[in-house]
């Protein structure tokens, strides 16, 4: 069954950028897909500093894609044939025996926290949501353009546009997806966001990227990149995935990914656990985790905030090849991590 508390099609806050990877997992039948929803191929990007010179980095074939998550979770949902509660947040979860009781109504041997950053289920496991995480705070719009702002657009949709604040601690983008415009930029943090915001649409604007009289109600949201913080995966009877365990790519902020390919790792442990869902047998989804995403997280965040990467980034951001081979092949596509093999 899934508990959410939002009806579908709901709005998520995201740029709504997914890597082939996403699609190979889920697989994703591209043609259905596409019938009737946004589904653009991505080719090439545009990447620079903020009020920097800008290059452009193209590939021979398609690769990611922008989807729209109103569509694109609504389609999941659908295609999941899980019993659906919709609209029914998680409002308590008690322990009785080796079962839970969520919303003094459902009875289960297992919970999957599946909830986003602020997962009740995390909370539950003692995650001590918003405040003392080290996040990462992000706002975004995506609207559709009439027809003048389409004309006015110069964002090319197979080309989205990522741009690097000075200080290297966030990036903006402008993404065009098919009729659609996301707009957004994202920080370590969440400190200056407001104001790193307002100075990247100035900045568009200045170029003339985007048209003129977007929207301007901004929507925000935070969340944690693995290795930056620490939160318990696994307890008896319950698992985290997604956002709710803090797993979003530390260089990117790509977070569906990882919450998809965690899905399917939790899938496969609690198949294995065969009806024992003690912490013991549910330790597999951990030790899968970090097979797949790497080290312990201390040890990852020393890699991924080291200033050495920061100094080194700052003065080759202008370069082709690094551009090419590190910012976007290995950063933003993570062409380097193959494909999820279940065994
Ligand atoms: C501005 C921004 C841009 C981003 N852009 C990208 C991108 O382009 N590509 C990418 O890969 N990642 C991107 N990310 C990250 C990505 O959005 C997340 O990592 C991803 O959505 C995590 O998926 P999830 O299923 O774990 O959580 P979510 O997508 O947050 O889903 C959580 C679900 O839980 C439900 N829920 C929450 N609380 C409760 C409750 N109390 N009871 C019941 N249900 C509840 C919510 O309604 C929601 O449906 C972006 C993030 C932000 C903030």
Known sequence: MVLDKAQFPRDKVCAGWITPAVVQALQLDAEDYARGRVLQPIAAFRTGLIHGRDLETRYPATVSFG?????????LLERSGARL???????????????????????????????????PVARHLGANLGAGEPIIAAKEIEFEMNPQQLEECRVRADAPELYFCRDLK???????????????????????????????????AQCGRIPRNIP????????????????????????????????????????????????????????EAAGD?????????????????????????????GSLRSMVARVLLGNRWFTRHVVLDRWFLHAHQPKLLMT
């Open 67 to 75: 989807i729209r998550r109103r569509e694109f979770d609504h389609y």
């Open 85 to 119: 509660r919709l609209g029914e947040g998680l409002a308590s979860i008690e322990r009785r025996g080796t079962q839970w009781l969520v919303n003094g109504a459902i009875t289960t041997p297992l919970v999957i926290g599946a909830g986003g950053h602020f997962c």
């Open 170 to 204: 966030g990036y903006g983008w402008c993404f065009r997806k098919g009729g659609y415009l996301n707009i957004g930029l994202g920080r370590e943090g969440g400190q200056g966001l407001a104001d790193a915001l307002g100075d990247f649409c100035g900045f568009l």
């Open 216 to 271: 301007d109600r901004f929507y925000g949201h935070a969340y944690l990149m693995y290795g930056h913080g620490v939160r318990k995966q696994v307890d008896d009877g319950v698992l985290l995935v997604g956002d709710a365990a803090g797993l979003a790519y530390p260089e990117s902020g790509e977070g569906i990914r990882p919450a998809v390919e965690s899905g399917l790792m939790a899938a496969a442990s609690v198949l």
């Open 277 to 305: 869902y003690s912490a013991r047998r549910l330790q597999s989804y951990a030790d899968r985790l970090r097979a797949r995403f790497g080290p312990e997280p201390e040890a990852a965040r020393t890699v991924a905030t």
